[in-house]
């Protein structure tokens, strides 16, 4: 990962969304994490990410979802300020 992100210059931002229907979204988020982690303990790496409740028709439901990028990216404030205002979207009643 700190690979495909060095290679892809700094302002290079890898969403992602853990699959949740099959109920394995949690060991999914942890694997981003240890993918993280392992990047130079987070020295090289930001992994900024949500948890999001969604209630469904089985009950509630907890989605992860965020991004990952080189801490030299010089929009991690805007990318942080824009995906704390998307994840907030989702989560708000729609009228």
């Known amino acids: 990962m700190l ?3 060095t290679q892809q210059g700094a302002e290079t931002v890898l969403l992602y ?5 099959d109920g394995r979204q949690t060991v999914r988020n942890k694997l981003f994490d240890n993918w993280a982690k ?3 303990d987070r020295k090289h790496i930001l992994k900024h990410s949500v948890e ?3 209630d469904n028709n089985d009950g509630k439901q907890n989605m ?3 991004f990952l990028t080189l801490l030299e990216n010089p ?3 805007d990318l942080e300020e824009e995906f704390k205002e ?3 979207s989702l989560v708000t009643s729609k009228e």
């Open 3 to 5: 690979d495909f992100l």
């Open 17 to 21: 969304h853990c699959y949740a229907n």
């Open 38 to 40: 392992i990047s130079g």
């Open 52 to 54: 999001v409740a969604i």
């Open 64 to 66: 992860y979802l965020g």
């Open 75 to 77: 929009l991690i404030n």
């Open 86 to 88: 998307f994840s907030i």
